[in-house]
T-cell receptor
């Protein structure tokens, strides 16, 4: 079993829909990152959070440390949101080690 | 700023050959990382560096070597290429006391 699990693996939505991507982890982490990988392969960091909730534009990320679970929400989805979304946990203890999920491939149709 | 640049973009190696993947950042970041991404798998950390002259192993360091002689450059060396090293390699960097990692465009390596 992977230390970081994402669901769903694939997600298809219609433009305008509200999207939720889930991330659960089984190891102790000090923070959780959400990343976006574009169809061309480039990777962009979206959020880092260690508690609560963060919002950036139409993207909202939440984390529940006790339940070892994080969610990424996209409101009013758009075809340009089509990408692979990856969560990664920063292992506790001052290490630089990020443990990555396999990613959720999101396709938003017009 | 160019950000994080990687060369080459693509490379095909024969088993047993060696090569260096180049990574350069112009943001004066202390921390630099090398990851590999295998099809259908999550990224895995190969090596990282917290500053010039300091490197440390990540999750999958076997078969690789790194050096960090300058703040800007963090090359990854493959000494004896094996088919298991076929992957996409990403370099990333971040500034000390910040959380955001900036990724390079990746190098797609095939070992035949």
């Amino acid at each position: 079993k992977n230390e970081v699990e994402q669901s769903p693996q694939n997600l298809t939505a219609q433009e305008g829909e509200f999207i939720t991507i889930n991330c659960s982890y089984s190891v102790g982490i000090s923070a959780l990152h959400w990343l976006q990988q574009h169809p061309g392969g480039g990777i962009v960091s979206l959020f880092m959070l260690s508690s609560g909730k963060k919002k950036h534009g139409r993207l909202i990320a939440t984390i529940n440390i006790q339940e070892k679970h994080s969610s990424l929400h996209i409101t009013a989805s758009h075809p340009r949101d089509s990408a692979v979304y990856i969560c990664a946990g920063l292992i506790q203890g001052g290490s630089e080690k990020l443990v990555f999920g396999k990613g959720t491939k999101l396709t938003v149709n017009p | 700023n160019a950000g994080v640049t990687q060369t080459p973009k693509f490379r095909i190696l024969k088993i047993g050959q060696s090569m260096t993947l180049q990574c350069t950042q112009d943001m004066n970041h202390n921390y630099m990382y090398w990851y590999r991404q295998d099809p259908g798998m999550g990224l895995k950390l190969i090596y990282y560096s917290v500053g010039a002259g300091i490197t440390d192993k990540g999750e999958v360091p076997n078969g690789y070597n790194v050096s960090r002689s300058t703040t800007e450059d963090f090359p990854l060396r493959l000494e004896l290429a094996a088919p298991s090293q076929t992957s996409v390699y990403f370099c990333a960097s971040r500034r000390q006391n910040t959380d955001t990692q900036y990724f390079g465009p990746g190098t797609r390596l095939t070992v035949l």
